[in-house]
């Protein structure tokens, strides 16, 4: 357990706490995938590592929306995807913009989950990571 090993006078880098929070997840350990990260947010936060903070948003959102929390989930997705645009990550910016759709899905407005999709869409087409048959 990475408590033990925190225990033992290890630290991990901020990287790290993303992937032991993602593991947590995983394992469906949200209070512990959530402690990981919202440690590596402040770490990142510390360092001015943009893409990091953005990263950590964007995965803190993932356990909100887990646990059925869907105004924290969107407020974590929309932080992160100011971030994306910031920094000029097309692909997170996707990826935040498709999480965004999940959260009007999962509210029953279609059409914004609609608009929301197709724009992550869009980007992912610019970027070549999708055909017109994939888009469809």
């Known amino acids: 357990d990475a408590a033990d090993v925190e225990d033992a006078g290890h630290e991990f880098d901020p990287w790290d706490e993303i992937e032991l929070g993602n593991a ?3 394992a469906g350990r949200t209070n512990t995938a959530r402690r990981y990260c919202a440690g590596a947010l402040e770490d990142f936060k510390k360092s001015g590592d943009r893409e990091g903070e953005a990263t950590s948003l964007n ?3 993932i356990i909100a929306f887990t646990r059925g929390d869907l105004d ?4 974590l997705y929309k932080e992160s995807l ?3 645009r910031e ?5 997170g910016e996707a990826e935040s913009l498709n999480n965004l759709g999940s959260i009007a ?3 029953g407005n279609l059409g914004e989950a609609e608009r929301l999709f197709e724009q992550s869409r869009a980007i992912e087409r610019e970027m070549g990571l999708l055909d017109d048959e994939e888009s469809d």
Not at 72 to 75: M, S
């Open 87 to 91: 920094i000029g990550d097309l692909l």
């Open 72 to 75: 924290e989930a969107e407020r």
């Open 82 to 84: 100011t971030i994306k």
């Open 24 to 26: 947590a997840a995983l």
């Open 59 to 61: 995965n803190l959102g």
């Open 105 to 107: 899905k999962a509210r």
